[in-house]
Nanobody, 123 residues
Framework: QVQLVESGGGLVQAGGSLRLSCAAS????????MGWYRQVPGEQRVLVAR???????NYTDSVKGRFTISRDNARNTVYLQMNRLEPEDTAVYYC?????????????????WGQGTLVTVSS
């Protein structure tokens, strides 16, 4: 089992910054790609940013130049630095990761989601 614990969400004025963190714990053998998604009520969950184990990144167009994703492989943690926030960034942000875990039947791959953290940007 792997658990993802997110932190760092909150209320911020437009133009401000927030830093989200997501720490993975459990019977982790290795971590593959990790990422951040966001969801607005009534809409689908969409990718915000993703980072491979190698460190290569990709971002949705609307956040390029404003958000930066990074990871600490030693701590199994991924971060999302969000600058110049806009009201349109308001959403619940979810952490996601792919993990090779140790199970009773041997190593297996598992995709895990965090519980979500709310980011509200006021105009």
């Amino acid at each position: 089992q792997v658990q993802l614990v997110e932190s760092g969400g909150g209320l911020v004025q437009a133009g401000g910054s927030l830093r989200l963190s997501c720490a993975a714990s459990g019977s982790i053998l290795s971590v593959a790609a990790m990422g951040w998604y966001r969801q607005v009520p009534g809409e689908q969950r969409v990718l915000v940013a993703r980072i491979a184990r190698s460190g290569s990144t990709n971002y949705t167009d609307s956040v390029k130049g404003r958000f930066t994703i990074s990871r600490d492989n030693a701590r199994n943690t991924v971060y999302l630095q969000m600058n110049r926030l806009e009201p349109e960034d308001t959403a619940v942000y979810y952490c996601n990761g792919g993990f090779l875990i140790l199970s009773p039947t041997g190593p297996r791959y598992s995709e895990v989601w965090g519980q979500g953290t709310l980011v509200t940007v006021s105009s």
